[in-house]
């Protein structure tokens, strides 16, 4: 199919599709965050965000979409970050390899908390398609954290051995002080969250 190359006052129209998308996706992270996933409206998402129910299902077939969306770039987000920091990072010990990872880990997901009751609170149990998403994503981090604890074995840092069950149970922590950190109104420091998760990474990871 073609793309259209008509401009109005300026704009061209895959510029402006592109500027409707993303006020949809801001508008329903926060009513599935405020209001709950269930409970929010396609019809209320498309006031928020200026745009009309025909523009909507221009962009996404379903709510479900959005919330997949929303889920997907998040855990992208934070990956892409995450991959970055430890790229920079040469033969560090394990805490000093945990603590960045970590901290990027952190920094994308609790900047905004809203994030982290989209990804850990409002995506879970929705659907089938949210839940092989969702195992998708953990199975990602979890390759991550095994691969960090397969490169301490070598360097002699941890003790050899096989770190996937492991991995899978840490991010499980990962996720669950995370969705008690964002269900108060006062919220605790984040880095108060982030110590207690790097205490249990190392100590699973080096335990002998």
């Known amino acids: 199919m073609a793309r259209s190359t008509?401009?109005?006052?300026?704009?061209?129209?895959e510029q402006r599709r592109a500027e409707r998308r993303a006020r949809l996706l801001d508008a329903a992270l926060e009513r599935f965050t405020a209001d709950g996933y269930h409970a929010s409206r396609i019809e209320r998402i498309c006031?928020?965000?200026?745009?009309?129910?025909?523009?909507?299902?221009?962009?996404?077939?379903?709510?479900?979409?959005?919330l997949l969306t929303l889920h997907d770039r998040i855990n992208a987000a934070a990956l892409d970050r995450v991959a970055g920091a430890l790229a920079k990072l040469t033969d560090e010990d394990?805490?000093?390899?945990?603590?960045?990872?970590?901290?990027?880990?952190?920094?994308s997901v609790t900047a905004d908390p809203r994030?982290?009751?989209?990804?850990?609170?409002?995506?879970?149990?929705?659907?089938?398609?949210?839940?092989?998403?969702?195992?998708?994503?953990?199975a990602r981090w979890a390759a991550l954290i095994e691969d960090e604890a397969a490169h301490a074995a070598?360097?002699?840092?941890?003790?050899?051995?096989d770190y996937r069950l492991i991995s899978?149970?840490?991010?499980?922590?990962?996720?669950?002080?995370l969705r008690e950190w964002q269900a108060h109104e006062a919220l605790r420091p984040v880095e108060e969250i982030t110590e207690a998760i790097r205490h249990v990474m190392v100590a699973a990871i080096t335990a002998p």
């Open 115 to 138: 994030l982290p009751r989209l990804n850990y609170v409002e995506a879970v149990g929705v659907s089938p398609e949210l839940e092989r998403q969702h195992q998708e994503w953990v």
């Open 47 to 66: 006031t928020d965000a200026g745009v009309s129910t025909r523009n909507f299902y221009e962009e996404f077939p379903t709510k479900q979409a959005l």
């Open 94 to 107: 394990v805490p000093s390899r945990i603590a960045t990872l970590l901290d990027a880990f952190m920094g």
């Open 6 to 13: 008509r401009t109005y006052r300026g704009v061209p129209a």
């Open 168 to 177: 899978i149970a840490l991010v499980g922590v990962v996720t669950g002080l």
């Open 154 to 161: 070598s360097v002699g840092h941890a003790p050899e051995r």
